[in-house]
């Protein structure tokens, strides 16, 4: 009899955040290093900004299903009636990021986002569409514009199955919670794959000093790609043994990573735009070149309470504008988180085997450490 696990990830549950992931595995500040000049919140994750929520879904069946989904929420009320500016980002575009044209057109988000498979992202955007005309307040709408982002985790799932369904979708939503995020081989990060190395869901936060508004900055990734593996300015594919060529179904360098980038910031969607822009800096720093076959997206919304969009019969509407000379503290942030989320999805992902007896090795934590003690990273 084939075995059926299916991990639900509200992020209080932390009973099942252990199944999924060993307390063991480290976080890259765990190993005494600190990315960049802005100190992170609290949990060092996404949930840091005001009000975003993140629910988990994994799904582990039999020996050949190793995938799931993720949800980041920009409130936890209903986002049709109160829409977030946002704005996307496409630094390659092999992939799938339905939504995207009318975020690019308003430049606002009026549901969930949600991250999962390739080719489950279809089942996922009608959770969540189904998930929005069921909220009290929506019982008139008739148009809703889901947002579904993707890597393909086909190494390690049979994703030709398309085993995630509308309902796995509904349950993240519902799981949702602010605190800390599970990371690593959980949700969408399942059974991806960066650098040779098992990739997974990664998150980090910075906080911008009084002076410079003391705004939050938080992403949250979903690795799955290659290159050439450096992490915290180290080369690891040379130190390794691995130079992110994996052996592998994936092109050298190919594959994808979603980033999903949230600020209390009150900033426009311009503004947003500009913000998301910078996050595929940190791809660069760890080692990717963008190729050919990667999908390389970015998604920026703010959930300040002060530029939310809301019903109104009035032509105009008040705004706030962000000074455009204030941004680059958010920019230097947005870096520094991104490249910290990636490195924390690689560090907390587990070894994981699957479709047809694969098994990818989660990155070795001891030989992690003596390269960067190596190059003085660390003491």
Partial sequence: MKRTFVIILGLSVFTLAVLAQPTERPRLRDLGVELGVYPPGRYNAITDVADVLVGQVSLVRGDSVRTGVTAILPHGGNL???????????????????????????????????????????????????????????????????????TNDGELND?????????????????????????????????????GWKGGIGTSSRVLPPAAGGFT????????????FEMAGVPLGKELGRDGQHEGSQKPGDGSCMIVVATDAPLNSQQLQRL?????LA?????????????????A???SREVRIRPTDQRTQPSV???????????????????????????????VRGYRGTEVEAVPVKEVQDALRKYGKIK
């Avoid at 799938?96 to 996922?124: A, C, H, N, R, Y």
């Avoid at 509308?166 to 399942?190: F, K, W």
């Avoid at 791809?283 to 998604?299: F, H, K, P, Q």
Wanted: proline share 4%; aromatic share 6%.
């Fill in 217 to 228: 900055v938080g992403v949250l990734v979903q690795s799955n790609y290659g290159g050439v």
């Fill in 80 to 150: 049709f009636q109160e829409k977030v500016p946002a704005a996307v980002f496409v630094g390659n575009g092999f992939g799938k990021l339905v939504g995207t044209t009318q975020v690019m057109e308003l430049g606002q988000i009026e549901t969930p986002i949600l991250l999962t498979s390739t080719l489950s992202v279809w089942d996922v955007a009608d959770g969540i569409v189904d998930f929005m005309l069921n909220l009290p307040g929506n019982a008139g709408v008739r148009s809703v514009n889901p947002i579904v982002g993707e």
């Fill in 321 to 351: 504008r962000f000074r455009e000379d204030a941004l680059s503290p958010l920019f230097q942030a947005v870096v520094e988180a991104t490249e910290e989320a990636i490195s924390n999805s690689l560090l907390r992902a587990t070894t």
């Fill in 283 to 299: 791809l660069g720093r760890t080692g990717s070149s963008m190729s050919n076959g990667s999908g390389d997206y970015v998604i």
């Fill in 159 to 195: 994703i030709r199955g398309r085993h995630v369904t509308r309902l796995d979708a509904l349950e993240a939503i519902r799981a949702a919670r602010t605190g800390p995020v599970v990371e690593g081989s959980v949700g969408a990060g399942m059974g991806t794959v960066c650098f």
């Fill in 276 to 280: 998301a822009k910078r996050a595929p």
């Fill in 301 to 303: 919304f703010s959930s």
